[in-house]
């Protein structure tokens, strides 16, 4: 298993190692190619969580930005500042809370200017992947899927970043990288994703967005 990160992972007292990646054995070739994650994002009819779970959520917007690299497609993730109220240090998607006045698509690229001054004027929107609810920051996240010519150049604010990440979904791929565990927890068992970079782990609500990422891309 790679390295990963110092993020504190709050593991409940009771857990057990989850099941083997999904992907293994399959044709990694479809994660080279952004038209072809495009056009299954695309194809993709998201799934509404349910909010009867928690009917008090605050509905929030992460934007998933691809870009086609020098070695396939890419994703831009964030770590998130340390001094923040809640998630701090995670690594997350650009993303926040929706206003009254806005529409989901554009408080996700709202928040993507306002994290790493991603340039939206260039960004297609293709598609969502299934929204879910996160029970520490009281949240009914909706991730909308959008994409960029070209590999952009970012800039982290200080207020809410302290690193931006550029990861190759082949990355989150190798077979030292990914990893799953069940959770025991009040709302019952749990299944959770991580990823463990060279030097940073993915978990919580940001894996299980690359997880349906991964699985749309790969047609599982």
Same mark, same amino acid.
Do not use: C
């Given at each position: 298993?790679?390295?990963?990160?110092?993020?504190?992972?709050?593991?409940?007292?009771?857990?057990?190692?989850?099941?083997?990646?999904?992907?293994?054995?399959?044709?990694?070739?479809?994660?080279?190619?952004?038209?072809?994650?495009?056009?299954?994002?695309?194809?993709?009819?998201?799934?509404?969580?349910?909010?009867?779970?928690?009917?008090?959520?605050?509905?929030?917007?992460?934007?998933?930005?691809?870009?086609?690299?020098?070695?396939?497609?890419?994703?831009?993730?964030?770590?998130?500042?340390?001094?923040?109220?809640?998630?701090?240090?995670?690594?997350?998607?650009?993303?926040?809370?929706?206003?009254?006045?806005?529409?989901?698509? +554009?408080?996700?690229?709202?928040?993507?200017? +306002?994290?790493?001054?991603?340039?939206?004027?260039?960004?297609?929107?293709?598609?969502?992947?299934?929204?879910?609810?996160?029970?520490?920051?009281?949240?009914?996240?909706?991730?909308?899927?959008?994409?960029?010519?070209?590999?952009?150049?970012?800039?982290?604010?200080?207020?809410?970043?302290?690193?931006?990440?550029?990861?190759?979904?082949? +990355?989150?791929?190798?077979?030292?990288?990914?990893?799953? +565990?069940?959770?025991?927890?009040?709302?019952?068992?749990?299944?959770?994703?991580?990823?463990?970079?060279?030097?940073?782990?993915?978990?919580?609500?940001?894996?299980?967005?690359?997880?349906?990422?991964?699985?749309?891309?790969?047609?599982?």
């Amino acid at each position: 298993m790679r390295t990963g990160g110092q993020q504190k992972i709050p593991r409940p007292s009771q857990w057990e190692k989850g099941s083997p990646a999904p992907w293994i054995g399959l044709d990694f070739a479809p994660l080279q190619s952004l038209d072809q994650v495009v056009e299954r994002i695309t194809a993709h009819a998201p799934q509404v969580a349910p909010t009867e779970l928690m009917p008090e959520a605050r509905a929030s917007a992460v934007l998933v930005n691809l870009y086609q690299g020098a070695t396939g497609v890419e994703v831009v993730l964030t770590k998130r500042a340390a001094h923040l109220k809640n998630h701090k240090g995670e690594i997350s998607f650009p993303g926040g809370r929706v206003e009254p006045d806005e529409q989901v698509h +554009e408080a996700a690229l709202r928040e993507a200017v +306002e994290e790493v001054a991603l340039p939206a004027h260039d960004v297609t929107l293709v598609g969502e992947l299934d929204h879910l609810l996160t029970i520490v920051s009281n949240s009914y996240i909706i991730p909308i899927v959008g994409i960029l010519p070209y590999q952009p150049t970012l800039i982290a604010s200080a207020d809410e970043v302290d690193r931006v990440l550029h990861v190759p979904l082949h +990355e989150l791929v190798r077979t030292d990288t990914y990893a799953s +565990e069940v959770w025991e927890t009040p709302m019952g068992s749990r299944n959770i994703y991580m990823y463990h970079l060279d030097d940073e782990t993915i978990w919580g609500a940001t894996a299980r967005v690359l997880t349906q990422l991964l699985r749309i891309s790969l047609a599982i």
